[in-house]
T-cell receptor, first 116, second 115 residues
Framework: AQKITQTQPGMFVQEKEAVTLDCTYD???????LFWYKQPSSGEMIFLIY??????QNATEGRYSLNFQKARKSANLVISASQLGDSAMYFC?????????????FGKGTTLSVSS | DVKVTQSSRYLVKRTGEKVFLECVQD?????MFWYRQDPGLGLRLIYF???????EKGDIPEGYSVSREKKERFSLILESASTNQTSMYLC??????????????FGPGTRLLVL
């Protein structure tokens, strides 16, 4: 079974609008961390935002926020006021407590296209 | 700024060739990782290393080997390249820590084409 599921292969949004990229995860570990990365066409993965399973509040970083619903095991990325430069592939990833310090588990990604 | 560099952005090799992909990081990170990225499959871990001369297999190690002789450098080796190894290869590094929050820093990737 997939540990990280991103069900939207592609999303389209107009400039200045908000967009939500979906991510659901599967773990039995009560302690885990969730990450979102952006990958522009240049290829480099850029870290955007982190949410810990015990964090009381949803994470926010500038225009990025994470809609964390623990009971539903979802960690959706919300990008407010989209910009043309937001066009990229976005990956959701997870690290479980028993794998701390090691590799991340990635979803298959969502391609976001922002139009003017 | 953390810097992770990879020796080539694009590489074209022939089937059966031995291929070396080099990765260097300048942040004194203990952990280094090699991922493979394919359309529709996301990133999959090939190997990682948590110290010099130490290595651990990831999810898809078959057909690959790695070398870590110095802390800052982690090499991925395709002993005999095959067409199904045509892919994007991403190197990453991070500090050794028991914390969940420790993020990984990625290089720009190497797009390998095996003919």
């Amino acid at each position: 079974a997939q540990k990280i599921t991103q069900t939207q292969p592609g999303m389209f949004v107009q400039e200045k609008e908000a967009v939500t990229l979906d991510c659901t995860y599967d773990t039995s570990d009560p302690s885990y961390g969730l990450f979102w990365y952006k990958q522009p066409s240049s290829g480099e993965m850029i870290f955007l935002i982190y949410q810990g399973s015990y964090d009381q509040q949803n994470a926010t970083e500038g225009r990025y926020s994470l809609n964390f619903q623990k009971a539903r095991k979802s960690a959706n990325l919300v990008i407010s006021a989209s910009q043309l430069g937001d066009s990229a592939m976005y990956f959701c990833a997870m690290r479980e407590e028993n794998q701390a310090g090691t590799a991340l588990i990635f979803g298959k990604g969502t391609t976001l296209s922002v139009s003017s | 700024d953390v810097k992770v560099t990879q020796s080539s952005r694009y590489l074209v090799k022939r089937t059966g060739e031995k291929v070396f992909l080099e990765c260097v990081q300048d942040m004194d990170h203990e952990n280094m990782f090699w991922y493979r990225q394919d359309p529709g499959l996301g990133l999959r871990l090939i190997y990682f290393s948590y110290d010099v001369k130490m290595k651990e297999k990831g999810d898809i190690p078959e057909g690959y080997s790695v070398s870590r002789e110095k802390k800052e450098r982690f090499s991925l080796i395709l002993e005999s390249a095959s067409t199904n190894q045509t892919s994007m290869y991403l190197c990453a590094s991070s500090f050794e820590t028991s914390g969940l929050k420790e993020t990984q820093y990625f290089g720009p990737g190497t797009r390998l084409l095996v003919l």
